[in-house]
């Protein structure tokens, strides 16, 4: 079976950056789940794995616009003192959730100042080019309920 939209697709995978640093794995742990054509993982890596079939191996580049996204100045910026709670130690590297109209965003702390906190709500990879080694294990068709939640059923777990 080829991995197409509908799809749950099994794999193993190293992501690097360009200099080759290893910024994540799943070596160790169960497979990498995901259902093909519903934006579970990263659009430059799903397109490369577009009909591919069990035993597949790969290494996949992917600029930062089928990514993470390309960096974005206007996504750091500063904020308040006054809007975190009372005594509460804030140190640049702190991940915090924060909330804007369009919902839940993530926050990582750069930099405090006197009165006020820089803070930046790209993802961490955003900008950067992916390097990913991968090999399917397995595909196979979802279930009713996969392709009605958008996710494999045991990714939830």
């Known amino acids: 079976m080829q991995a197409t939209r509908g799809t749950v697709v099994s794999l193993n995978y190293t992501l690097a950056d ?31 794995l577009e009909g591919v079939s069990a035993g ?5 580049v992917v600029d930062s616009a089928e990514g993470y996204g390309e960096f974005d100045e206007e996504a750091v ?42 803070v930046d709500a790209n993802h961490p990879l955003a900008g950067m080019r992916l390097h990913f080694d991968v090999e399917v294990l397995e595909v196979r068709p979802a279930s009713d309920d996969e392709l009605r939640l958008g996710y494999p059923e045991c990714a939830a777990e």
């Open 77 to 118: 910026f500063e904020v308040s003192r006054d809007e975190f709670p009372e005594g509460m130690p804030v140190e640049p590297g702190m991940q915090l959730a924060g909330e804007t109209p369009s919902g839940e965003v993530s926050l990582v702390v750069v930099e405090v100042k006197d009165g006020s906190v820089v």
């Open 56 to 60: 597949h191996k790969s290494t996949v």
């Open 18 to 48: 360009d200099e080759g640093l290893i910024l994540d794995s799943n070596e160790g742990h169960p497979p990498l789940l995901y259902l093909h054509g519903y934006e579970n993982i990263v659009s430059g890596l799903e397109k490369a």
